[in-house]
């Protein structure tokens, strides 16, 4: 089965710019996240979905990020303005109702100047 | 709150053994452990569930102390392809999804030939 997809790959934005991340996410599965990965720690958790609805936004910080996963299949991730300590990978990752392993995709690496 | 996991990194020759160690200040539901590759997706390795047995998956296991909130991830006689950096993700019992993961920082190992 195809894997999580995740575009771009990479962007280089000046602060204050926007930019907006696009997943789509395996094929059934329900449930999606979005991570920060700032170089040198864990994914932190931003936003869940489960289907089209969001389950769990306490950790996006919703005076710049946003974050919607229309009819319940791709989402996209936006943040207006950015700053430069959103340097970061940005993983989507998804799991179906059945199990508890998160597959990820690919990531993509924000660099804000 | 974020595990701490022990080693931050760890050399090894190949053949040799590893221990890479995960610590909660919360009650914890399960343990989740990912391989991450530079520049690559975490990939999922293993769940331990409370009140479940101890895993293995090849030469790789875990086990999970739920007394001490705990978990040890054993690598037995290392190979090459085990290189990468390895994170615990946590899902504590008064957390609101059983499917919400909080990463710790990482454990970076190298095997060198």
């Known amino acids: 089965e195809a894997g999580v997809a995740q575009s771009p790959r990479y962007k280089i934005i000046e602060k204050r710019q926007s930019v907006a991340f696009w997943c789509n996410p395996i094929?059934?599965?329900?449930?999606l996240y979005w991570y920060q990965q700032i170089l040198g720690q864990g994914p932190k958790l931003l936003i869940q979905?489960?289907?089209?609805?969001?389950?769990?936004d306490s950790q996006l910080p919703k005076d710049r990020f946003s974050a919607e996963r229309l009819k319940g299949v791709d989402s996209t991730l936006k943040i207006q303005p950015a700053k430069l300590e959103d340097s970061a990978v940005y993983l989507c990752?998804?799991?179906?109702?059945?199990?508890?392993?998160?597959?990820f995709g690919p990531g993509t690496r924000l660099t804000v100047t | 709150q974020q595990p701490v996991q022990s080693p931050q990194a760890v050399i090894l020759r190949e053949g040799e053994d590893a221990v890479i160690n995960c610590s909660s200040s919360?009650?914890?539901?399960?343990v989740h452990w990912y391989r991450q590759k530079h520049g690559e997706a975490p990939v999922f390795l293993m769940i331990l569930l409370k009140g479940g047995e101890q895993k293995g998956h090849d030469k790789i296991s875990a086990s999970f102390n739920e007394k001490k909130q705990q978990s040890s991830l054993y690598l037995t006689a290392s190979q090459l392809s085990y290189s990468g950096t390895y994170f615990c993700?946590?899902?504590?019992?008064?957390?609101?999804?059983?499917?919400?993961?909080?990463f710790g920082s990482g454990t970076q190992l190298t095997v060198l030939p």
């Open positions: 979905f489960q289907n089209n609805g969001v389950v769990d």
């Open positions: 993700g946590t899902v504590s019992i008064s957390s609101g999804s059983a499917r919400q993961l909080t």
């Open positions: 919360k009650a914890l539901y399960s």
């Open positions: 990752a998804s799991l179906t109702d059945r199990a508890y392993e998160q597959y």
């Open positions: 094929s059934g599965h329900a449930t």
